[in-house]
């Protein structure tokens, strides 16, 4: 509080008393204020104060869909009193998406954005999917296999995914272009999510995902940087953030083993193995500054197999993580 002293020196006894009186007043209401904006941060929830880029934290709901599958009322629930407040979709656990959407209400979370599917030509079930949801984003998250058929396991075995050509990166991106403009006219915006087999070669050096970001419209089609996938294949997140700042508005946050090389292989043997937040090798600080700086609106934890702990306690291991960023 401001001291008595400073207030200038009056001509009278009586107006000095007065001045006084008044300063006196206004410091008491100043400090009542003061006090009452303590209090109430001291009891925000922690996911207000205490977040890599002062957002909400959020959490892919892939990274609990066994826990949604048993219960998922209740796993919305515990997610919320975990600390999370946003969540992103991927599947609905076997229910529509309206009525998975009461159940996310009912938990006080947020869903903000939705992993949906797209087909080639019609998408109005995956922006009727979004809105019931009550998304602002609509996310493709396996668009490469819209291009080029998802293989079959063989005798059991992990399917083999051929590298992804040049030419399925143009048909990508025009693919791309066609959803984002659509996505705007249903009132919607249209997100393409990476994983690492983006990252193959290109004849010129380049990378496939660089096409991608190149052959698009800026305006609608932006993207959400899984800086897990980049990073497990050899690319960074800082780059991408500081190079194509307003194009990302989510990011996913995860952790992978400790790994002998960079890989795009996404299944099958010499696929990165997950991890609890902090327990692998991939360092954020320097990443979440740069998403901040590139616009990120929203960021979601998320996890890859295999899990040390239940789906759940995983989750609340990334929680406290993420919110060990003050």
Same mark, same amino acid.
């Given at each position: 509080? @401001?001291?008595?002293?400073?207030?200038?020196?009056?001509?009278?006894?009586?107006?000095? $008393?007065?001045?006084? +009186? +008044?300063?006196?007043?206004?410091?008491?209401?100043?400090? @009542?204020?003061?006090?009452?904006a303590a209090t109430a941060a001291s009891l925000a929830p922690r996911s207000l104060w205490a977040s890599p880029m002062g957002l909400p934290i959020g959490i892919q709901l892939y990274a609990v869909k066994g826990a949604l599958q048993k219960d998922p009322a209740g796993t919305l629930k515990r997610l919320y009193a975990i600390g999370y407040r946003e969540v992103e979709t991927a599947?609905?656990?076997? +229910?529509?998406?309206?009525?998975?959407?009461?159940?996310i209400h !009912?938990?006080?979370? =947020?869903?903000?954005?939705? =992993? *949906?599917?797209?087909?080639?030509? !019609?998408?109005?079930?995956?922006?009727?999917?979004? =809105?019931?949801?009550?998304?602002?984003?609509?996310?493709?998250? @396996?668009?490469?296999?819209t291009i080029i058929p998802f293989p079959a396991p063989v005798h059991g075995k992990p399917p083999q995914i051929p590298s992804l050509t040049e030419d399925d990166?143009?048909?990508?991106? !025009?693919?791309?272009? $066609?959803?984002?403009?659509?996505?705007?006219?249903?009132?919607?915006?249209?997100?393409? %999510?990476?994983?690492?087999?983006?990252?193959?070669? /290109?004849?010129d050096g380049s990378y496939g995902y660089d096409l991608l970001l190149k052959q698009t419209d800026p305006d609608t089609v932006k993207f959400e940087g899984d800086?897990?996938?980049?990073?497990?294949?050899? @690319?960074?997140?800082? =780059?991408?953030?500081?190079?194509?700042?307003? $194009?990302? $508005?989510? /990011? %996913? *946050?995860? !952790?992978?083993?400790?790994m002998a090389h960079p890989t795009t292989v996404l299944i099958g043997p010499g696929h990165p193995e997950g991890r609890e937040l902090g327990h692998g090798f991939i360092k954020y600080g320097p990443i979440f500054k740069a998403a901040k700086a590139a616009g990120v609106q929203h960021a979601f934890?998320?996890?890859?197999a295999p899990f040390a702990h239940s789906e759940l306690e995983s989750a609340k291991i990334d929680?406290?993580?993420l919110a060990s960023f003050s």
């Amino acid at each position: 509080a @401001a001291s008595l002293a400073a207030v200038k020196p009056i001509q009278t006894e009586g107006t000095e $008393r007065m001045n006084v +009186m +008044m300063t006196r007043r206004k410091l008491l209401k100043l400090s @009542a204020k003061l006090g009452a904006a303590a209090t109430a941060a001291s009891l925000a929830p922690r996911s207000l104060w205490a977040s890599p880029m002062g957002l909400p934290i959020g959490i892919q709901l892939y990274a609990v869909k066994g826990a949604l599958q048993k219960d998922p009322a209740g796993t919305l629930k515990r997610l919320y009193a975990i600390g999370y407040r946003e969540v992103e979709t991927a599947g609905y656990a076997g +229910m529509t998406a309206a009525a998975f959407s009461k159940l996310i209400h !009912d938990a006080k979370l =947020h869903c903000p954005s939705a =992993h *949906v599917q797209f087909g080639k030509t !019609d998408f109005s079930k995956a922006f009727a999917d979004a =809105h019931a949801l009550g998304a602002q984003y609509a996310v493709s998250s @396996a668009l490469a296999f819209t291009i080029i058929p998802f293989p079959a396991p063989v005798h059991g075995k992990p399917p083999q995914i051929p590298s992804l050509t040049e030419d399925d990166f143009k048909r990508m991106a !025009d693919l791309m272009n $066609r959803i984002g403009k659509a996505a705007r006219a249903a009132g919607l915006t249209y997100a393409y %999510h990476n994983h690492n087999l983006e990252f193959v070669r /290109m004849p010129d050096g380049s990378y496939g995902y660089d096409l991608l970001l190149k052959q698009t419209d800026p305006d609608t089609v932006k993207f959400e940087g899984d800086c897990g996938w980049m990073v497990a294949a050899g @690319a960074s997140p800082v =780059h991408y953030f500081e190079s194509y700042p307003g $194009r990302y $508005r989510m /990011m %996913h *946050v995860k !952790d992978f083993a400790t790994m002998a090389h960079p890989t795009t292989v996404l299944i099958g043997p010499g696929h990165p193995e997950g991890r609890e937040l902090g327990h692998g090798f991939i360092k954020y600080g320097p990443i979440f500054k740069a998403a901040k700086a590139a616009g990120v609106q929203h960021a979601f934890a998320e996890q890859e197999a295999p899990f040390a702990h239940s789906e759940l306690e995983s989750a609340k291991i990334d929680y406290d993580y993420l919110a060990s960023f003050s």
